[in-house]
């Protein structure tokens, strides 16, 4: 009996593809479509026929990966588009499953996929074109560690930790908070990708440092839910995506970027150095973080998460560039070009999103696209 005898087996067929697709069954029970408002043609073609399943839907998009050529093509800055971002986070979103993700259904339909390879394809390569480029270091684990505690020590300028630990109102918490939420509320995810594909001394560092993430084993210490917690006593909606339509491309881009490291096996070695890079610099931004709840009169719940990170990430940075991504580049030379990249590309988009926030607050604006709803600007 052959092993797809009796499946349901329906044809795709847009443009040139003649392409089998298995259809499935009812979405699973938390899944559901994104509802973000859409920020232009890709965004508002691509969310109308994740409405649906790929059987009713497909032919919606029989123009979607013409389109974005297009717009790709078109677009002055690819990391800052308000349209090719949400498009691309609603995408990762079938990936990852949840509410807003969709029929999972969609996740390897032949059009969502292709789509997502060309916005990546211009994404990475406008990443690569903007990183700084330096000399390599020798594939040696100590060396690798060096060149990377040298770059976060060369991270330097305006610090939006230090704004808020000493200037930023109860506002601008809230608007930090919404701001941070788009990662922190899956803190942990797009880096546990690399897990499968990674094995040895690499392997147990990402795994030592992914268990911590997720609370050992305990729900309630999950980082991510620590972070919630702290959303829920500044009066705002702890579900993941409830503030997607507020912040702007660039913050999801910094999202997209992690998730299209851990996502592509070809870029194992950008999403090690990134993790490696976003952990050196976690542990002193956060004791500010913390300091700035603190002046405003918020409680230790409100500031769990913050005083948390004050000390596990100082372990896991060493964890982190050591362990990981120093003996990734030791077992895998041809890694090591991607690792320093990975680590560069993390230190600069996070530095521009913490500059434009910065830089809006000392301008008296507001750093989202839109306000919040809801937000206690009372203290805890």
């Known amino acids: 009996m052959s092993d797809v005898e009796g499946l349901d087996l329906g044809v795709f067929n847009a443009g040139d593809a003649d392409t089998m697709t298995i259809a499935t069954d009812k979405p699973r ?28 839907g497909e032919g919606m998009l029989a123009s979607f990966v013409p389109a974005v050529e297009r717009v790709l093509g078109s677009t002055r800055d690819v990391i800052r588009d308000e349209d090719i971002q949400l498009a691309l986070f609603v995408l990762y979103s079938v990936h990852y499953g949840g509410k807003g993700s969709a029929d999972p259904a969609w996740e390897w339909n032949p059009v969502t996929i292709a789509a997502r390879v060309a916005i990546e394809k211009v994404f990475e390569r406008e990443l690569r074109l903007r990183v700084p480029v330096a000399a390599l ?115 999801l881009a910094s999202f997209n970027m992690m998730s299209m490291f851990g996502l592509n096996r070809r870029l194992l070695g950008a999403i090690a150095g990134h993790l490696a890079a976003f952990e050196m610099t976690s542990s002193v931004p956060n004791r500010f973080y913390g300091n700035g709840f603190r002046r405003l009169g918020f409680g230790p719940d409100a500031t769990w998460y913050f005083d948390e990170h004050v000390e596990a990430d100082a372990v896991h940075e060493q964890i982190a560039c050591r362990d990981l991504a120093g003996s990734l580049a030791e077992d895998e030379p041809r890694l090591l070009d991607d690792i320093m990249f990975g680590a560069r590309a993390c230190l600069m988009v996070d530095g521009w999103v913490a500059d434009d926030i910065r830089a809006a607050w000392a301008s008296g604006k507001s750093s989202l696209r839109r306000a919040a709803p809801g937000g206690d600007r009372g203290a805890s």
């Open 29 to 56: 029970e938390g899944d559901s479509a994104p509802t973000y408002e859409p920020r232009g043609p890709l965004s508002t073609q691509l969310m109308a026929a994740l409405a649906t399943t790929p059987e009713t």
């Open 137 to 251: 270091p020798p594939a040696k684990a100590h060396s690798v560690a060096a060149a990377l505690f040298e770059l976060a020590r060369e991270d330097s300028g305006p610090s939006l930790s230090q704004y808020v630990a000493r200037t930023a109102s109860r506002e601008q918490l809230v608007e930090f908070l919404v701001q941070k939420s788009i990662y922190t509320l899956k803190e942990a995810d797009p880096h546990s990708w690399a897990i499968p594909r990674i094995t040895g001394r690499a392997k147990a560092a990402l795994v030592e440092i992914q268990a911590d993430e997720y609370g050992g084993g305990r729900a309630e210490r999950m980082h991510s839910e620590i972070f919630a917690g702290t959303m829920r006593l500044l009066g705002l909606d702890p579900a993941y995506g409830a503030y997607v339509d507020n912040v702007p491309a660039l913050t």
